[in-house]
């Protein structure tokens, strides 16, 4: 498959940007054409020859706004490949729920599109960027604050896109 590759993104606090920029990069360096975007900036897929898709998890859902692009998009999806990463603490603090449980989420939030790849990356819990209620929801949560993004990990897996997403 041949065209950009598309790496859309939604962040609540930025982290899963960061991650979605960082896997671009990743893979320009290794010459492809890319572009990264928040997904609600995306109105057309068109010239894209494949998709990643990253999502934060709150509340041990991924945000709805990527079955919502999904659906807009899902035409386009269903014929390019596409693979999928998912960000939380559910890899440092087991507490918030199982790995396998995010990706089985992921996967039914991308549906009816079937992604060549999913993944789930650690992320990072910054209180001073929450919003009060999340903030009010970490406390009460126990949640493990700090930033846990391992960008070794992020890079080895962009590495590995261009096989996944024949490009
Ligand atoms: C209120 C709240 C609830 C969260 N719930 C979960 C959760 O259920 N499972 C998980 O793995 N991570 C959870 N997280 C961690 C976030 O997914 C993590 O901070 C992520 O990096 C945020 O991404 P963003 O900066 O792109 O918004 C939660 C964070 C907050 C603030």
Redesign the pocket.
Known sequence: MTGRVLIAYT???????EIAQAIGRELEALGKSVAVAGMKDITSLEGYGAAVLGS?????RIEKEVAAFVARHRDRLLVIPVAAFA????PVDPR??SVGD?LEKLRAALYPVKPAAVTMFA???DLVR?SFT?RM??GL?K?LTGDFRDWDAIRDWARGLPAVLSL
């Open positions: 962040s609540r606090s930025g982290s899963t940007a934060p998890v709150y509340m041990a960000v939380g603490i559910a918030v729920g995010v992320g990072r819990l929450m999340e929801m970490t949560m949640l």
